[in-house]
């Protein structure tokens, strides 16, 4: 029977005119507006590929809505370094300004090389599943090759165009094939029916991806008969035929139109005659397109301009009468209408290394005019990071294509780079195999939305904590008072409680960890309240959806890690010795052998041990009291009084360097040239610093570790007792004291005291405190040497006075310093020990926090000895750490003002320049200045950003770099 066609003209009804034609099309599009708006967010990341130390900077845009605005409902992110083994390596929190923030990712040496993946989302994304987060993949240390236990298996599934093949009706029938590894295999074969037959041929034409045209007929099966080289054919059964249906296709090669298609058989034909189908058009939840129409023909095709549709995906749906989803189609809409056009431009095509640059960017929107954004720029060396330029992130094909589709998307910036007919034709394959509902029909049309669909995450617009007050019953306190104390960031706050109990502490506005006590009473003053914060409930990690493919070998990561770049410059200085001096004769020299090499494992030289300018062994710097002493033979012309001293890792500051005692000192690294002292940056003194690693128990140390200021302090202070004693004191006889032996009292195991547990003028334990006491300050009366009591408040007998009156003392609860009014916010039951400090030798490591002397408090813990311990928080009292927004660095860009000498250090970082804080300015430009590094090659610059209409912008620009006398001024 020859085939009818009808070119139906379809009707794009506004919301207004879909209101009064059907029914049907003003339910679908009412639901639809009703669905929440959802964000999405994009990190620029300076590049994928790192080496240990390294630093991942970023800048996060994130969106809202139909045209990518940037979003103002969430204003914290929170971004995640994920280990190859699935599990957070770091979390941090960054604040968002109209859905724009940026930070950096230290990478500790200690990672283990491999895939890592950066995780960004804001809590509102977390109600969209996990598909709502952003995920980017990043190569730390390099990727060791995988290794395959047992034979491949490929994966190989069909997708009928519009969602099922119907009998009769021709059908394109994409595919794709898939490896152990995730990645698109080629394969190539045939299409065979039931009988035999073969009706198709078929092969891949970009990563697994494939199609075929196929018209099946009624009763039969058909099923693939699959060729892959080397390997033994096998077969995969095709999705069955439904007897009778709708198919809908998309033709989307045309510049100016996209071509919709609706077929039946006559099987349809004849039961659907002169029923009613819709079609509906949405992209990101808003409507573009919508019709209805009668069955009156066996085809259908309508013509419909690209031009009314964003850039992006649209999803096209096909519904009968009753409003069911028949079919399905997405596509890729290209519009640059919704793209800034950049310009980039240097003030020179070829530079030499120390090159000042000049970087001109001119941004325009599709008509020329200039467009005013956020931008973020990145300049990397290419030739020591070779950038996969197909599978690269970026801002267009994230936003545009990946955060749209189902799995992982293999090359997603393949579709966007050098455009042609080819790569627009796989990019339609990608929507034909990887396409989903993104909004399910049947659910929004069934199930209307309700604002309590989305409560469990509610947007965060500012930094937050959020908790309960209640009896110990667990009944809610309604009305209840709670304040809530941050110390070192200076931070009081007052709020109540509501009716259930239910208190919030907003815009805090706290950076880094922060120990916060908060404190609750009933609204009758009672203490008697248990409180309770809410934890944030972080997302779960899922598997990553790839397994590495074409592996980055360890060995030839072109990021150089510290100890290497040292070990480098040290050769060059060979070298160069090599190059100017006179070349000996050989000599040979016997004699003994020489004991074995000092031990320099523990070192925390951030070069690796034994990498110093100077090092000097504990035992060889001879018998003095003071270090400096020891050293001034020892470091002849070099001026060590101002360095940092470092004492197993921990920076204890430029004036320390005689409160470590000589006799328990291991090994000194010195580090005092230019290249010695630039990985520690700003963090040491300018003249270098002191590594200096003790004594450990093998080595015959005399003490412990001494691991805090505290403790050197402290360990001084009784060197310099036991010394004037034996100078000005006499030494008297031995004397024998017999006495009745006391029970041994309990140990102090742990405390917050800065000068170590038990280092206090007096210690008193939980059960010396005494029973029948309701407040602490009634225990303490007439227990505290040298100290009275009054009025709540401890006051101590040496404490200065100043015209207001005597200085109380600090209570410090758990390590957190409060007022002298919080003595009685504890109660005595829940005392550990207490810790009172009153002489300037246990006050001065807290300095101007204890004007009046200490009183630290600690309270029991679950673990030895449990009959006296209690895990719970003392009542209407709660400390707990706080992560607040991490404190982003500044990219160091240095500025070479005068020709490189010999001795400086080599620049050879991989990424030259970051600048996540680009604004261009009314006439779309903005100007950038930085140096090239050391480092000759092919640079890449990246340029990236966003306007306030939400149209998305992207550049490469690239040019070269090679050695030579820098010529300044560019």
């Known amino acids: 029977m020859p085939r009818k066609i009808f070119v139906l003209i379809l009707?794009?009804?506004?919301?207004?005119?879909?209101?009064?034609?059907?029914?049907?099309?003003?339910?679908?599009?009412?639901?639809?507006?009703?669905?929440?708006?959802?964000?999405?967010?994009?990190?620029?990341?300076?590049?994928?590929?790192?080496?240990?130390?390294?630093?991942?900077?970023?800048?996060?845009?994130?969106?809202?809505?139909?045209?990518?605005?940037?979003?103002?409902?969430?204003?914290?992110?929170?971004?995640?370094?994920?280990?190859?083994?699935?599990?957070?390596?770091?979390?941090?929190?960054?604040?968002?300004?109209?859905?724009?923030?940026?930070?950096?990712?230290?990478?500790?040496?200690?990672?283990?090389p491999g895939s890592y993946r950066v995780r960004a989302y804001t809590r509102w994304m977390q109600n969209f599943g996990p598909g709502a987060l952003d995920e980017q993949k990043v190569v730390i240390g390099g990727v060791a090759p995988a290794v395959v236990k047992a034979p491949e298996k490929i994966d190989v599934q069909f997708f009928p165009e519009g969602g099922e093949l119907v009998a009769g009706v021709r059908s394109r029938v994409a595919f794709k094939a898939v490896g152990f590894n995730g990645l698109g295999k080629d394969i190539k074969g045939t299409i065979e029916d039931s009988s035999g037959n073969v009706v198709a041929d078929f092969a891949a034409q970009h990563l697994g991806m494939g199609e075929f045209a196929l018209v099946p007929e009624a009763g039969k099966s058909y099923h693939a008969r699959i060729n892959i080289a080397g390997e033994t054919a096998f077969t995969v059964d095709l999705p069955k035929a439904s007897p009778s249906g709708y198919t809908l296709s998309v033709n989307n090669s045309e510049k100016d139109s996209i071509y919709v298609k609706i077929s039946v058989n006559d099987k349809t034909l004849t039961t659907d005659k002169d029923k009613t189908f819709y079609v509906i058009a949405q992209s990101n939840g808003k409507v573009y397109y919508t019709t209805q129409g009668k069955l009156e023909q066996t085809t259908y095709i309508a013509a419909i301009e690209k031009n009314r549709f964003p850039e992006g995906i649209t999803q096209f749906t096909l519904f009968d009468q009753s409003g069911e989803p028949l079919a399905e189609r997405i596509a890729f809409i290209e519009n640059k209408a919704d793209e800034i056009s950049l310009t980039l431009n240097t003030n020179s095509q070829t530079f030499n290394t120390r090159d000042q640059v000049e970087l001109n960017l001119a941004a325009k929107d599709s008509a020329g005019r200039p467009v005013t954004g956020s931008f973020s720029v990145s300049v990397i060396n290419e030739t020591n990071?070779?950038?996969?330029?197909?599978?690269?992130?970026?801002?267009?094909?994230?936003?545009?294509?990946?955060?749209?589709?189902?799995?992982?998307?293999?090359?997603?910036?393949?579709?966007?780079?050098?455009?042609?007919?080819?790569?627009?034709?796989?990019?339609?394959?990608?929507?034909?195999?990887?396409?989903?509902?993104?909004?399910?029909?049947?659910?929004?049309?069934?199930?209307?939305?309700?604002?309590?669909?989305?409560?469990?995450?509610?947007?965060?617009?500012?930094?937050?904590?959020?908790?309960?007050?209640?009896?110990?019953?667990?009944?809610?306190?309604?009305?209840?008072?709670?304040?809530?104390?941050?110390?070192?960031?200076?931070?009081?706050?007052?709020?109540?409680?509501?009716?259930?109990?239910?208190?919030?502490?907003?815009?805090?506005?706290?950076?880094?960890?922060?120990?916060?006590?908060?404190?609750?009473?009933k609204s009758n003053n009672g203490s008697n309240v248990k409180i309770k914060a809410f934890v944030p409930d972080y997302p779960q990690i899922m598997p990553a959806k790839y397994v590495d493919g074409e592996t980055v070998p360890i060995d030839t990561v072109q990021q150089l890690s510290s100890k290497a770049q040292y070990n480098q410059y040290r050769q060059e200085q060979k070298n160069d010795s090599l190059k100017n001096g006179k070349m000996l004769k050989t000599v040979t020299i016997r004699g003994i052998k020489h004991p074995e090499q000092p031990d320099f494992s523990r070192s925390s030289n951030l070069h690796g041990g034994g990498n110093a300018d100077r090092v000097i062994m504990g035992k060889d710097l001879g018998n003095c009291i003071n270090l400096s002493d020891c050293l001034t033979s020892k470091l002849i012309g070099i001026s060590f009084q101002g360095m940092s001293v470092i004492v197993n890792g921990v920076n204890l500051g430029e004036k320390h360097i005689n409160d470590v005692n000589p006799n328990e000192i291991y090994s000194i690294e010195v580090l005092y040239s230019g290249f010695a002292k630039s990985i520690y940056g700003s963090s040491i003194a300018k003249e270098g610093a002191l590594i200096i690693t003790l004594k450990n128990g093998s080595e015959s140390a005399s003490t412990d570790t001494i691991k805090t200021a505290g403790q050197l302090h402290y360990a001084q202070y009784e060197q310099q007792q036991k010394e004037y004693l034996e100078k000005n004191g006499k030494l008297l006889k031995t004397v024998t004291i017999k006495g009745i032996k006391h029970p041994p009292q309990p140990k102090l195991l742990f405390s917050s005291n800065l000068n170590g547990p038990g280092h206090a003028n007096q210690v008193i334990m939980w059960n010396q405190l005494g029973d029948g006491c309701i407040d602490l300050s009634d225990c303490l009366n007439g227990k505290l040497a040298g100290v009275t009591i009054q009025s709540g408040k401890a006051f101590s007998a040496r404490a200065q006075s100043h015209l207001s009156g005597p200085i109380p003392m600090t209570v410090i609860i758990d390590g957190v310093i409060l007022e002298a009014s919080h003595l009685n916010d504890v109660s005595p039951t829940e005392i550990y020990s207490i810790e009172v400090l009153r002489s300037g030798a246990y006050l001065a490591i807290y300095g101007s926090n204890a004007p009046g002397g200490a009183i630290i408090i600690t309270t029991k813990r679950g673990g030895e000895g449990t009959a006296y311990f209690s895990q719970a928080q003392p009542n209407g009292i709660m400390t707990f750490p706080f992560a607040g927004f991490y404190k982003a660095k500044a990219f160091y860009t240095p500025k070479y003002g005068s020709p490189k000498k010999a001795s400086d250090a080599p620049d050879t970082s991989s990424t030259v320049y970051w600048n996540p804080n680009i604004l261009t300015n009314k006439d779309g430009k903005a100007t950038l200045e930085f140096y090239n590094n050391d480092s000759k090659g092919t640079y890449r610059v990246v340029v990236e950003g966003i306007d306030d209409d939400g149209r998305l912008g992207r550049q490469v620009y690239l040019y070269s770099v090679s050695s030579g006398k820098s010529s300044f001024g560019h």
């Open 11 to 112: 009707a794009v009804f506004s919301l207004s005119a879909s209101a009064q034609d059907s029914s049907f099309l003003s339910k679908a599009i009412n639901s639809l507006n009703a669905q929440p708006a959802q964000e999405r967010v994009y990190l620029h990341l300076d590049r994928t590929i790192y080496g240990f130390r390294d630093t991942i900077w970023y800048k996060a845009y994130t969106v809202i809505g139909q045209k990518h605005q940037p979003s103002a409902l969430s204003g914290v992110l929170y971004v995640e370094l994920i280990s190859p083994a699935d599990s957070v390596v770091t979390r941090q929190s960054i604040p968002l300004v109209s859905g724009i923030g940026w930070s950096d990712i230290p990478l500790p040496v200690t990672l283990k």
């Open 385 to 521: 990071v070779n950038p996969d330029e197909n599978s690269e992130s970026t801002i267009l094909n994230n936003l545009l294509l990946t955060s749209e589709l189902k799995g992982y998307i293999e090359q997603p910036n393949y579709y966007f780079t050098n455009q042609s007919d080819k790569t627009r034709t796989d990019l339609d394959l990608l929507m034909l195999t990887q396409g989903y509902r993104r909004y399910e029909w049947k659910e929004i049309l069934t199930q209307p939305f309700t604002s309590t669909a989305i409560q469990q995450y509610p947007p965060e617009r500012t930094q937050e904590l959020t908790g309960t007050i209640t009896k110990p019953g667990g009944q809610a306190i309604p009305h209840g008072k709670v304040t809530l104390l941050a110390t070192k960031q200076n931070l009081v706050r007052d709020t109540t409680a509501d009716e259930n109990g239910r208190f919030i502490f907003a815009d805090l506005n706290i950076t880094d960890t922060a120990t916060l006590v908060v404190r609750a009473r």
